[in-house]
Nanobody
Framework: QVQLVESGGGLVEPGGSLRLSCLASGFTFDMFNMKWYRQTPGKEREFVAGIIHNGRITRYSDSVEGRFTISRDSAKRTVYLQMNSLNPDDTAVYYC?????????????WGQGTQVTVSS
């Protein structure tokens, strides 16, 4: 059974940091490209950051470039999103996404999401 379980969300003040984690199970983690998306009420889910199956290439949306860092740990089957210099516009539900194997993308999975709220 495939599962993506996000954790690490919460309430943080502007300028603060959070690290999100996404624990994967039920599929071959090293063969899948991983991404983080976020969504606010009334808006479409938007891409935040991505990392390919072997971790060698990452990509970010313009809005988080330079502030967020995506990484993955094969041994722990976990992908991370380190978020620094947070601002209220980063408030959203953050979702973990897996697609693969490799670039074939025949299988895609979503996590249940974790809430991030940036507020003073």
């Amino acid at each position: 059974q495939v599962q993506l379980v996000e954790s690490g969300g919460g309430l943080v003040e502007p300028g603060g940091s959070l690290r999100l984690s996404c624990l994967a199970s039920g599929f071959t983690f090293d063969m899948f490209n991983m991404k983080w998306y976020r969504q606010t009420p009334g808006k479409e889910r938007e891409f935040v950051a991505g990392i390919i199956h072997n971790g060698r290439i990452t990509r970010y949306s313009d809005s988080v470039e330079g502030r967020f860092t995506i990484s993955r740990d094969s041994a722990k089957r976990t992908v991370y999103l380190q978020m620094n210099s947070l601002n209220p516009d980063d408030t959203a539900v953050y979702y973990c996404h897996a697609a693969g194997p490799y670039s074939y993308n025949t299988h895609t999975y979503w996590g249940q999401g974790t809430q991030v709220t940036v507020s003073s």
